[in-house]
């Protein structure tokens, strides 16, 4: 069952309300879907270098001072940041031309929303006073930085200060820089602290909005929430899930920015799931479960973990574990040598209790290396916990239910629990002292919304017959007995089974071919006894040496991802041919008619058919979706995927996929495919060009908008110059598509329906770009997606957008319900996911680019 199971990189962090989302899908497809991908023994060199402790780096020996809190002064300019900081993206305006004084639709039913959001109500009459302050000797740890500026408040006045950065309204000091002393309590160490003047920030500078976002951290600090990554989290109200030694931290993810009219606090409810077990636990359990190779278990269970590390409530990910070190080693601090188990009960009292155990390794990111931070972190597993689940939790249903009864937040609970954290700060005396302080106040309500339902739409299938699809996006029931718009005849194919499910298969296959018009031959099958992977590959070389079968469907006896991901291989690389993955479970299902109805509509887009239409009134239009997944088995390689119409009804697609390193440009990748989607798009269309091209561009963080804005949209536009030339400039629109967002609607306590558009009060003002919520949910909060028109030379009225990209999410072939995203950034998603999971090498085949074998 590919589409419901699909395994993720072990490790990686993910939503806890979209994990919960996936324990019942009854309207996606349950076919061909990968099982949940085991943990891989992954073998990585660790430097020979000088060790330190978390959250110490590593860096070559007799060079500069190593500094506790894992930074060096190495390579750190007068300018350079320390510290945790709330870095505001680069405002970049990307409103076109022909929407700067109105970018808002009217087509749609208008309604009254509201939004997790809070008016932060200003009166100020006052202006930013800037200030950086150092510290000598030097202090990395931004707690007891603070905890030095504290002590001078009394000649620094009311400010705010966030470890490098410090706010006033008022100068501190006639002169360039204002000396001042402070004890630190840890040592008694007598600090010096320099504050040097910046200058005074005009009204509407971005470090206006990075002030108002560390006044909003100190409140939440000042409501003892615990900062563990980048977020604050209850820990005094964790719930405990003993069953799984879990815990789950309540929390909140809060951000201020401007708005259309009014600078808005966006605050969403959030959760992190802590295991109560230490990562020691878990190498004590390795060893007696696998004595002979725990070292490599280890390995393969914790690498691309992300752990707390409770000592400074940091988060770090695992990358390596090396067992040729322990908490015995040494390491060079301030010019003395120190054991790490001398620096942990000098510096935070605690004593490691077992002297032999191994360290981890967790590589610095580029973006803390470009703070000054080193290489490599060394951690204590004693130390560490680790958060997320494993694959094998997630696939565990009881586990996740029971997680799911206290984060899945319906709209009505959610609101109520905003507004209690609404009550919980204006109600904290001193957080309302603070905002006195700056004569600010923060509204008592959400924030309304003018929103808009757009109409439904109607979907064409076989004979002509149509269905116009119900509020809740689902047109399951409507559409069984309708036909499929267009079958193709499935003749020639085989199956290839376990012999002891033979009886099992042939008697599903038979549904299968009963189950739509899609007309379907009986298949040759082919009996393997050992249910491993080089049986299946085996048996799938021997038939595709001999013949040219139009599909191969294989049936797994159990959920594996090894040999999903060897099919999968086989057939998308070595011998192509659209293929079909089930499990023995739908063999066995009590929906098996269901079941059989989605994996013969599958099948039958797989070799070229199409379930059904819908109606799109531009003439000449392509529409490309893409994305990036990043590769599970080799760090720093993307897959990026481009899936491209060819035909009117945007039914019909050609795909690519392109790998790239992380230090490549990805726009030459991109725009390489889409010269490639062009020249198929001219094949398919005896020798006509699009006249519109709308890119529909997923995978892009907010900090990336500006590169893609000027440098990828750029190439994009000078491949596609090349087909046309100057007589018929081509008509370009590139969306940016974002689905990881934190606001949320709620339409008179309950979801918005799909179909919902919101383009006012919570959008950018400097930007064309709106909210929609096209996927219906029976459980939980409905989340928005986010679309943001950053180049635009259709001109095409807000209203036609709107209803284009509400149109396209109809259209995704493994759901008979609408989908998040329009249909060619799902498929694009569902490609580099395939690629970047399982067979970690872009399909190259000329008839398979043509078809949605990847579905």
């Not at 750190?76 to 409103?95: H, K």
């Not at 560390?214 to 719930?239: H, M, P, W």
């Not at 009963?514 to 379907?520: E, G």
């Not at 798009?681 to 709308?694: K, Q, W």
């Amino acid at each position: 069952m590919e589409e419901a199971l699909m395994g993720r990189n072990r490790g990686q962090a993910r939503g806890i309300a979209g994990l919960l989302a996936k324990i019942a899908l009854p309207k996606s497809s349950t076919a061909d879907v990968p099982p949940q991908t085991p943990p891989q023994n992954v073998e990585r060199s660790v430097r020979d270098t000088a060790k330190l402790p978390g959250p110490f780096q590593a860096q070559p020996p007799l060079e500069e001072p190593l500094i506790p809190g894992g930074e060096s002064t190495s390579g750190l300019g007068r300018g350079a940041l320390r510290g945790r900081r709330i870095l505001i993206p680069e405002i970049l305006n990307t409103r076109p031309q022909h929407v700067a004084s109105n970018k808002r639709g009217s087509s749609g039913q208008g309604i009254l929303l509201e939004a997790n959001y809070f008016k932060v109500i200003e009166k100020p009459d006052w202006c930013l006073q800037q200030y950086r302050v150092d510290f000598h000797p030097e202090e990395t740890n931004t707690h007891i930085k603070k905890g030095l500026v504290r002590q001078c408040s009394k000649q620094l006045g009311s400010y705010i200060f966030d470890g490098t950065v410090l706010y006033t309204t008022h100068n501190l000091t006639a002169q360039e820089n204002l000396e001042l002393t402070a004890i630190r309590q840890q040592d008694a160490a007598k600090i010096c602290i320099t504050i040097r003047s910046v200058g005074e920030l005009v009204k509407g500078d971005p470090h206006y909005l990075q002030f108002y976002n560390i006044l909003t951290r100190k409140c939440l600090e000042l409501l003892n929430l615990q900062l563990v990554g980048r977020n604050y989290f209850d820990a005094n109200s964790k719930i405990e899930i003993k069953e799984y030694k879990l815990e789950l931290w309540p929390g909140y993810i809060t951000s201020i920015r401007q708005h259309e009219s009014d600078i808005l606090m966006c605050v969403e409810i959030n959760h992190k799931v802590m295991r109560q077990e230490t990562l020691l636990h878990i190498l004590e359990r390795v060893k007696t479960e696998n004595p002979y190779d725990y070292q490599n278990v280890f390995k393969s269970e914790v690498i691309g973990v992300t752990v707390l590390t409770g000592y400074n409530n940091n988060t770090y990910r695992i990358d390596d574990v090396d067992f040729n070190e322990s908490p015995m080693g040494t390491f060079q601090s301030k010019g003395e040598t120190i054991r790490y188990m001398d620096y942990y009960k000098n510096k935070y009292g605690i004593v490691i209790t077992v002297k032999n155990q191994p360290l981890f390794v967790s590589r610095s990111s580029a973006r803390d290396r470009r703070a000054g931070k080193n290489d490599i972190i060394y951690l204590v597993p004693e130390l560490c916990r680790a958060t997320g689940l494993t694959d094998e939790m997630r696939s565990d249903f009881r586990l996740m239910s029971a997680l799911a009864m206290h984060t899945r937040v319906n709209p009505h609970r959610r609101i109520d629990k905003l507004l209690a954290f609404n009550r919980r700060m204006l109600g904290e005396t001193t957080i309302q002292e603070e905002f006195n302080n700056w004569n600010l106040k923060l509204d008592t309500k959400l924030v309304e919304v003018h929103a808009r339902k757009l109409l439904p739409e109607k979907l064409h299938f076989g004979n002509d017959r149509q269905v116009e699809v119900g509020g809740n996006g689902d047109w399951t029931k409507s559409s069984k007995d309708k036909g499929l718009y267009m079958t193709m005849t499935l003749k020639d194919w085989v199956v290839v089974v376990p012999e002891r499910l033979i009886q099992e298969a042939k008697s599903f296959i038979s549904i299968i071919r009963s189950a739509t018009n899609f007309q379907i031959s009986e298949p040759q099958y082919f009996e393997i006894r050992r249910e491993r992977c080089e049986s299946y590959t085996e048996c799938l070389e021997r038939i595709m040496s001999k013949a040219n079968p139009q599909m191969i469907m294989c049936i797994l006896a159990k959920n594996r991802a090894d040999t999903y991901s060897a099919i999968k291989k086989k057939l998308c690389i070595d011998r192509p041919v659209p293929s079909q993955v089930i499990t023995a479970r739908c063999l066995r299902a009590k929906e098996i008619m269901s079941i059989a109805m989605k994996i013969a509509i599958q099948m039958n887009c797989k070799i070229g058919g199409i379930p059904w239409t819908i109606h799109i009134p531009l003439s000449g239009l392509m529409v490309v979706g893409y994305d990036v997944c990043h590769d599970i088995n080799k760090k720093g390689i993307d897959f990026g995927a481009l899936v491209a119409s060819l035909d009117k009804k945007l039914s019909r697609y050609f795909s690519t996929v392109s790998a790239h390193t992380s230090g490549e440009e990805l726009c030459d990748h991109l725009s390489a495919s889409m010269a490639k989607a062009l020249q198929k798009y001219r094949e398919a269309n005896n020798g006509a060009l699009p006249s519109s091209i709308l890119v529909y561009r997923d995978g892009v963080s907010e900090g990336q908008i500006p590169f893609v804005v000027e440098h990828e949209v750029m190439k994009v536009k000078q491949a596609i110059s090349k087909f046309y030339g100057q007589v018929m400039p081509v008509k370009l629109g590139y969306i940016v598509v974002t689905k990881k967002i934190n606001t949320r609607l709620f339409y008179k306590g309950r979801n918005p329906e799909p179909g919902t558009v919101v383009d006012n009060v919570i959008t950018n003002p400097q930007q064309y770009d709106f909210f929609m919520v096209s996927q219906g949910v029976k459980q939980g909060t409905v989340s928005p997606t986010s679309y943001s028109v950053i180049y635009d030379s259709l001109s095409l009225n807000p209203d036609k957008i709107q209803i284009l990209t509400y149109k396209m999410t109809h259209v995704y072939y493994n759901c008979s319900t609408t989908m998040r995203v329009p249909a060619p950034v799902q498929l694009a998603h569902k490609l580099s996911f395939l690629v970047s999971q399982s067979i970690h090498t872009p399909p190259t085949n000329n008839t398979l680019e043509s078809l949605l074998y990847f579905l």
